[in-house]
């Protein structure tokens, strides 16, 4: 992508950063509304979808070629925003199914899971994105784009990576009807060994994951 592309007067729709902008846009609105709580039954489809379809962006972002800022060091954007009420929002829409087991890298041998909870997770990414929104709403595109690479691979895409699996396994045990297992007070304050991990085997009471989050079992 040249830099008249990135510097352009007048916005193309089908500009790079103008499509993977409106992506990002499009993800912090809507994990915003989410995260209100009006719609509950709702929440772990929808978040599926809108974490789906910002890996997208990020697939975009990783694959472009490396984006240099124009200056040496980044611009002062003053205090970040707090997602502390979103984080806390989230963490009662999922529980009790959000805090999961993470193996943070696949490639580094022998490394076990770790405790997440998909509430922190999605705070976390909101925080990497609205930084570089910041960027771009102030008119410092190539700042913006490439932050959002940087970040892409630094945190929020495997952030964001980890958050999809965890999400779609939940809907995955609930669609097809298959047990899942205890987490036996799993959370992310303590040190997870293999005994923490070998969960009991059994299913979780359909009161306390289907009903809570709408969900329903295939039939």
């Known amino acids: 992508m040249s830099d008249a592309t990135l ?3 007048e916005q193309n729709p089908d500009d790079f950063a103008v499509q993977i902008s409106d992506q990002i846009e499009s993800f912090l609105v809507a994990v915003t ?3 209100k709580g009006d719609e509950p039954g709702s929440t ?9 379809q910002l890996l997208l962006a990020g697939g975009w972002l990783g694959a472009h070629e490396d984006i240099v800022p124009e200056e040496r060091y980044e611009p002062d954007l003053g205090p970040e925003p707090d997602v502390d009420e979103l984080r806390e929002n989230l963490a009662l829409l999922l529980d009790p199914v959000d805090v999961y087991s993470e193996v943070f890298d696949p490639y580094e041998p022998r490394r076990a899971p770790v405790p ?3 509430s922190d997770d999605l705070a976390d990414v909101i925080t990497d994105l609205r930084h570089g929104m910041a960027h771009y709403r102030a008119g410092r595109t190539t700042e913006a784009l490439w932050w959002w690479q940087f970040s892409y691979f630094s945190n929020w895409g495997s952030t964001a990576s980890a958050t999809l ?3 779609h396994s939940v809907l995955a045990h609930v669609r097809l009807d298959q047990p899942l297992a205890e987490l036996d007070g799993l959370d992310t304050d303590q040190g997870v060994g293999d005994e923490t991990l070998e969960f009991e085997a059994g299913k979780v009471m359909e009161q306390e994951i289907v009903e809570p989050l709408g969900l329903r079992p295939a039939k």
């Open 7 to 9: 510097h352009a007067t």
């Open 33 to 35: 509304e989410v995260a």
């Open 44 to 52: 772990v489809p929808f978040l599926l979808l809108e974490v789906s």
């Open 116 to 118: 997440a909870r998909i």
């Open 165 to 167: 699996r965890a999400l």
